[in-house]
Antibody, heavy 116, light 106 residues
Framework: QVKLLQSGAALVKPGASVKMSCKAS????????VSWVKQSHGKSLEWIGE????????NFNEKFKGKATLTVDKSTSTAYMELSRLTSEDSAIYYC?????????WGQGVMVTVSS | DTVLTQSPALAVSPGERVTISCRAS??????MHWYQQKPGQQPKLLIY???NLESGVPARFSGSGSGTDFTLTIDPVEADDTATYFC?????????FGAGTKLELK
């Protein structure tokens, strides 16, 4: 069955960076886009961007350009997102998702807390 | 960006029929999807392409609409349907989500 297993919660200092992972299993990793979604506490969802593992092609929400970097490791079927220059506004849960028609599978989410 | 507007909350009794609406600020054709999120869980895809039921989702859930006006219908509602429901469009860049409709059971 399709699974997206994300890395654990992170506590990071303002100004630092964080890199999280999303390991896919149960499907051909290179055949589907991987999207990343932000959910701030008690709030709605924001689409950050997406990456196509087969080619490494990316599309970003303008709001997150310069903030998020998306990469993949095809050998381990793992997608990565790095967030840079963190502020309190970046404290949130971040989900990786498989994108086909809609976002059909979601990871369990990574809680990122930015605090000194 | 395409703004998706949802009513904030609804309360219904088990067995009733409920419709949750989502209005887009510009046309999204049929590029509209619906998700259910329960507290402490990740969202779950219910409906894709405005009206297509995701595999494994009960047939009590259905979706309709095109262009700017969309609805998610649950008929009949069950106690387990207590959750927040989000619409999301993938027609215009960037993809956007509605603020969510919190469904409570009376």
């Amino acid at each position: 069955q399709v699974k997206l297993l994300q890395s654990g919660a992170a506590l990071v200092k303002p100004g630092a960076s964080v890199k999280m992972s999303c390991k896919a299993s149960g499907y051909t990793f290179t055949d589907y886009w991987v999207s990343w979604v932000k959910q701030s506490h008690g709030k709605s969802l924001e689409w950050i961007g997406e990456i196509y593992p087969n080619s490494g092609a990316t599309n970003f929400n303008e709001k997150f350009k310069g903030k998020a970097t998306l990469t993949v490791d095809k050998s381990t079927s793992t997608a990565y997102m790095e967030l840079s220059r963190l502020t309190s506004e970046d404290s949130a849960i971040y989900y990786c998702t498989r994108a086909e028609f809609g976002l059909d599978y979601w990871g369990q989410g990574v809680m990122v807390t930015v605090s000194s | 960006d395409t703004v998706l507007t949802q009513s904030p909350a609804l309360a219904v009794s088990p067995g009733e029929r409920v419709t949750i609406s989502c209005r887009a600020s510009e046309s999204v054709s049929t590029g509209m999807h619906w998700y259910q999120q329960k507290p402490g869980q990740q969202p779950k895809l219910l409906i894709y392409g405005a009206s297509n039921l995701e595999s494994g989702v009960p047939a009590r859930f259905s979706g309709s609409g095109s262009g700017t006006d969309f609805t998610l219908t649950i008929d009949p509602v069950e106690a387990d349907d207590t959750a927040t429901y989000f619409c999301q469009q993938s027609w215009n860049d960037p993809y956007t989500f509605g603020a969510g409709t919190k469904l409570e059971l009376k």
